[in-house]
C-alpha cells in the first residue's frame, strides 16, 4: 500500500468551506486574526537567518513553498514582500479559490493542487511553511519527511500547531468549536494534536534542527494574539535544515 499524507475526511472538511477563506467574518475568522502574528514573526526570521536588508522588499528573491496554502492567506503577504512563492494544497477546491483571489490581487504566485510526496518539482526552497497543517495529515512522519526534501541547506522550515494538552483540548475544540464557535464542529481532532517534543524527534531525523520554539497566546480583551511562552495550546516552530 502507498503511503500518502492524504486523510480525505480533512480535505472533505475543508473543500465544504472553501469559499469562505477571504472572508474574513466567515469560517476562517480565526486565521485572519491569527495573521498579522504569524506573517510579522515568519518574516523577522527569515530577515535575521538571511541578512536581506532590502527595505521596499525584504524578501526579494527567496524561494518559499507554502504547504497546505488553503486559499493563500500567507501566500500573497509574502509574494508581496518580494518572495518568489509556490502554494500546495491537496484540496483542488482551495487551491481553485487561491488562484482567483492572486489574480485578482495582481500577485503571480505558483499555486498547485499537490502534496509534498506527488510534488513534482526539482528545484529547492529557501522557506518552507508548514502553518496549520500537520494536525490535519495522514502520517505525520512521512508528511515532515517528504516536506525536508525540498528545502535547501541552511534552508528554515516554520511549523505552527497545537500541542496535545488538556488544555488545548478544552480551548481549541470545546471552547473554539462548540463554545465559541469559532470553526465549524469537528474542525479539530484531539489525537491529531503534536507534542513539541515529538516535532522536535521527527525534525531530527529529517535533519532539521530547532532553532526557536515559540507559544502563541488569544488576548480576548485585545481581540488579538501574541507570541507567548506559553505553549500549552498554539505554538510556532523555526528549524534549519542541516
Not at 536581506?52 to 497546505?68: A, E, M, Q, R, V
Request: net charge positive.
Amino acid at each position: 500500500m502507498k503511503i500518502t499524507t492524504i486523510n480525505n475526511d480533512e480535505i472533505n472538511k475543508f473543500n465544504k468551506i472553501a469559499d469562505e477563506w477571504w472572508n474574513p467574518e466567515g469560517k476562517f475568522k480565526p486565521l485572519h486574526k491569527f495573521n498579522p502574528t504569524r506573517i510579522k514573526y515568519i518574516k523577522k526570521n527569515i530577515i535575521d537567518h538571511f541578512k536581506n536588508n532590502k527595505k521596499n522588499n525584504p524578501l526579494s528573491g527567496l524561494k518559499i513553498l507554502d504547504i497546505g496554502c488553503g486559499g493563500g492567506l500567507l501566500s500573497e503577504p509574502f509574494a508581496r514582500l518580494g518572495a518568489i512563492v509556490t502554494g500546495i494544497d491537496a484540496s483542488d477546491k482551495n487551491i481553485k479559490v487561491a488562484k482567483i483571489h492572486a489574480k485578482k490581487s495582481n500577485l503571480k504566485i505558483n499555486y498547485i493542487c499537490s502534496t509534498p510526496e506527488n510534488l513534482n518539482y526539482y528545484k529547492k526552497f529557501d522557506v518552507i511553511l508548514n502553518m496549520e497543517v500537520v494536525e490535519h495529515v495522514q502520517d505525520l512522519n512521512f508528511f515532515m519527511k517528504q516536506s525536508a526534501k525540498f528545502l535547501k541547506k541552511n534552508g528554515l522550515m516554520f511549523v505552527a500547531t497545537l500541542n496535545k494538552t488538556l488544555k488545548s483540548y478544552v480551548f481549541a475544540i470545546i471552547g473554539a468549536e462548540y463554545i465559541l464557535g469559532w470553526l465549524p464542529i469537528g474542525t479539530h481532532d484531539w489525537e491529531k494534536f503534536v507534542e513539541p517534543s515529538k516535532l522536535i524527534k521527527i525534525g531530527v531525523k529529517n535533519n532539521l534542527k530547532i532553532d526557536l520554539l515559540d507559544g502563541m497566546k488569544y488576548n480576548p480583551i485585545s481581540d488579538q494574539w501574541k507570541i507567548s511562552e506559553d505553549k500549552s495550546v498554539n505554538y510556532i516552530s523555526k528549524f534549519i535544515k542541516v
